[in-house]
């Protein structure tokens, strides 16, 4: 399942579309699956068209 992440840094808040999955030992891990950026970049209308997709 893919979901937003947001990573709050010194330099700005950064969004990515990340996905959850399990390795072979059956650990929950995060794969990342494009950077899209600095957050400022983007309006909640843009955010809300990638999230549909």
Do not use: H, P
């Not at 992440?5 to 072979?24: A, N, Q």
């Amino acid at each position: 399942m893919a979901f937003l992440r947001k990573e709050i840094k010194k330099s700005g808040t950064y969004l990515s579309i990340c996905e959850s999955y399990r390795d072979d030992a059956g650990r929950v891990q995060r794969r990342v699956m494009r950077q899209l950026g600095n957050a400022n970049d983007y309006t909640s209308e843009s955010l809300e068209r990638i999230g549909r997709q």
